[in-house]
């Protein structure tokens, strides 16, 4: 019945055979349930974690993504500089639009009529003098607001700074106003309109959801508890759930990051994927080893008056910068991905047998009587030679 | 010539030990067929699925990109508000210019010569009043355009609202004219210019293939027939290629993705690795549960008359944003993804083994023949003792 | 002692039952080596490239970031238009803020005091006429810059073109000045304040390092070599670093990526995870099959005049705009991948075996008797059915 052969005498025959491992099953109930607890652990990892927890078994795909802010609001200043006046959408929000981003004026310092003309530097700059000749014609400083003319001029009463050339009057180097100008911010409301794509399983979403209806966005504010699936959010709320006080962060402006996160199983309904919103200051407001803290940047608007002559507003304006970040994982059933994780368990589970060998042949007591039975040897050692028979 | 011994006697032994499993070989039709045919079908699946289209022994490099675009042309509009009016780039482009993406102004609501002053709400707003009792001083409420001042003022012959402290006067609130004001907006062009680097690989390429000649880009229009590699794309025909009408389009706004695919495989000529253009509308068209339709933001030029008072003109701008998209991977041999997918193969031809294993044991008519050879027992179980020799 | 049974008599022994693969153990100093050999080349693979380079034991995560830049400088420009004149940041930065990138203008050419009236066509577009018979009515071309009247007007002395309602003045349709009109723009420095953060780990970092203090901060620019922890960088450093001409590339402008690479070993201590700056040009500035070289765009300034008629004045803008591009992956040690990679490890271990007994069964000379000890053989062929016992 059984014959020992020449190895594959002929193609043909070669084709048709089939080789399998020998294997030694010992019967015992230490190795026995050693071998069995391994192999569940093996299996427990395989099915809780890659399976359950990871998803092994399906193909995923991130998330591309197109997002609109459009925000609402009015905000009402009273300064000696600018009177009453009223701040809406088209002067708070600048740029007017962006693509992932939106900035709201919070506070500034604004300086009126400036012009290009000459006038003393700022005393915060350093550039004292006592005369002409501790100024330098045509310095141009990183610290300095222009260009030096040369002169030594009287800044106040009795402080004298060099001269130059700017944008004068300049700005005055202070603090931002506290509390800020434009605290009204903090109920202006923004509604983000997020639409996604998985392209992999072409899946488009929008974080308007089919059962919101239009009379309800029309008057509905965000709540992770009573409206959470409303899209539109008020500055302060997005400010209080990322453990900050707005009114605090107005005074010098900052960054805050708003996370919407797309986690979905599509295996699922679709109705089951809906968006997630969380939000984080990004900037560092730590005051210590800082420069520049907050967020803020200067631009100006450009008038001509009578002589046709180039005036501007320069505005120093603080606020908070909205980053909408979009990011997210969908996960499908697909036959490969599943095909590669039965594998990889399988292989893992082949090293239970590696294991078990290792603890049968070194620390069972029967080790020697296991071991004749798996073991055969040839000898191939010179120096051994005569005890082959 | 065969000899059982101790286990590895002296470490120097164990050295030159080299431990083969012990293989059975079943020459049968059935289970050779049947072996083969696994195999078979494994190794269509590593060679045609993971190297063929998966690309298995190429490292992969996701790509980096820079983009900078340049609109051309010009509309022209006759109103009663602005008379006859020429629109260029520097005026229907805003902001001047992004990173990743531009906006087209296309249709406008246009409200000339605002001051911070008083006047009546919009009626739209439902602040409505028949005497100042139904106004409150200082109510900042979302809905409204300004700040109240507690009055109640004929907002027309026969309706009256609170007055407030705003931007005077107020935007209509209607909708935006059909057809939209720009709509030649559809016969602009944008030159897109796309560079692009694998850092892996220290590959760059761009848009303007090697052979587009200087002249030829002057004049070209994209086309994906005839002009497939002409960077210079008409606005209307990339709307169109996303199966929207421009005109409707451009009543509301939009957003558009231009979708810049550069998939490489870099073991073939770097010639053979150009871009691909699709384009697709990205936000929400469907006018059910949806606010804001379109795309649309304000903004504001500001002017000084003559007596210093600020005016601006308020403009509610609509118009379609395009997002340029660029994304791509690229593949080049590399020894060790090569290694990884052979070895992870041979792993799976061990699975052969283990499927035809159960058929050869539970199947087969000879099977306790095959079972016998294939394995040998050791017991060691107490209630089995007197069953052992 | 050891016995041959039926399979698996009760599911209960099958519980206890432990199967291991029958071994062959050949000692031979040649297949011992090359097993050896076989095993450290693989081993070597997995601990060096596996473990060290690639760091196989750890988790890893990409960067999420925020950036924010500050722009400082000023410059000076002496021209007959403009006469005497400052730029500052409100002037040069345009748009005043971004979400990642920022654009500094070097050099422009501006159009003064445009209106919306009529003038004739610029002689670069081609619309020479000697007859109005040459112009056509409502013709809006993208080489043009109007709505031609249907008139032919004398451009110069000698030459007619089309007549055209545009903003007129037309802008001069000419190369940009040399040398650059912001050439001082080299020396403006930029703050670039960078946070990330590694979610899977809740790791938070700034490109601000603790050992930074404010007043090193106040004075410091960027050097590789002397101040390579300074977060503020002098615009030349950084195209020179590009290998790039300042004052040429700022003549056309262009693209500059700044590039912010964070990648973190997690295991060691948080100080050593630094930004490591590189800087690199983005755009082509090869002349060859190119349009439109460099980087500018085309933005106004609008004014009322006395008569409340709009002005504008057309900046034809040049300049280089910087990319702040964060990437980077940390790594923190994690027991999955870790056992994930040593199970991969141990497969190819197993391709070592399949390796050797190729070579031990058909190169040694000694294969017969290694071929007859590890192979036994079932035969079922019926041609072969007499040679069974």
Not at 11 to 21: A, H, K, V
Not at 256 to 267: A, R, T
Not at 346 to 366: F, P
Request: hydrophobic letters at 35%.
């Amino acid at each position: 019945m059984m014959k020992q052969r020449s190895f594959c005498t002929s193609l043909w025959q070669c084709y048709f055979e089939y080789s399998t491992p020998k294997i030694l099953v010992i019967r015992s109930f230490k190795v026995g349930t050693l071998n069995r607890f391994t192999q569940a652990l093996v299996i427990a990892y395989i099915i809780g974690y890659v399976c359950v927890l990871k998803k092994g078994y399906q193909d995923t795909d991130t998330v591309l993504s197109s997002v609109t802010t459009k925000v609402k609001g009015i905000a009402l200043t009273n300064t000696s500089d600018l009177g009453l006046r009223i701040w809406d959408v088209a002067d708070y929000v600048i740029p007017p639009q962006e693509e992932n981003s939106f900035f709201v004026l919070t506070n500034l310092i604004i300086t009126l009529n400036q012009t290009q003309s000459r006038c003393p530097e700022s005393n915060s700059t350093g550039f004292y003098c006592t005369s002409d000749r501790d100024c330098r014609v045509g310095l141009r400083d990183t610290r300095g607001n222009g260009v030096q003319t040369g002169k030594c001029v009287n800044y106040s009463a009795d402080v004298k700074t060099c001269e130059v050339w700017a944008w004068c009057p300049l700005e005055m180097d202070a603090e931002p106003p506290v509390p800020p100008m434009l605290g009204d911010a903090e109920n202006f409301t923004v509604l983000i309109k997020n639409s996604i794509r998985y392209p992999k399983f072409n899946f488009n979403k929008r974080n308007i959801l089919p059962h919101v209806n239009t009379s309800y966005l029309e008057h509905c504010v965000f709540n992770r508890i009573t409206d959470p699936d409303c899209p539109i959010f008020r500055l302060k709320d997005m400010v209080t759930e990322a453990e900050e006080d707005f009114q605090t962060m107005a005074v010098h402006g900052g960054v805050m990051g708003v996370q919407i996160s797309w986690e979905c199983n599509l295996d699922m309904p679709s109705s089951w994927c809906v968006p997630k919103y969380t939000f984080r200051r990004l900037d560092n407001k730590d005051p210590v080893n800082n420069v520049a803290p907050g967020y803020n940047f200067r631009f100006a608007k450009y008038y001509k008056n009578g002589d046709n002559q180039e005036t501007r507003t320069l505005i120093k304006g603080f606020g908070i910068r909205f980053d909408v970040m979009v990011f997210g994982q969908a996960g499908k059933f697909n036959i490969v991905p599943t095909l590669v994780n039965i594998g990889a368990g399988l292989a893992l589970l082949g090293l239970v047998t590696v294991v078990c060998d290792w603890i049968v042949l070194t620390c069972m007591t029967k080790k020697n009587l296991y071991m004749e039975q798996k073991y055969s040897y040839v000898d191939d050692f010179q120096l051994l030679s005569s005890e082959t028979p």
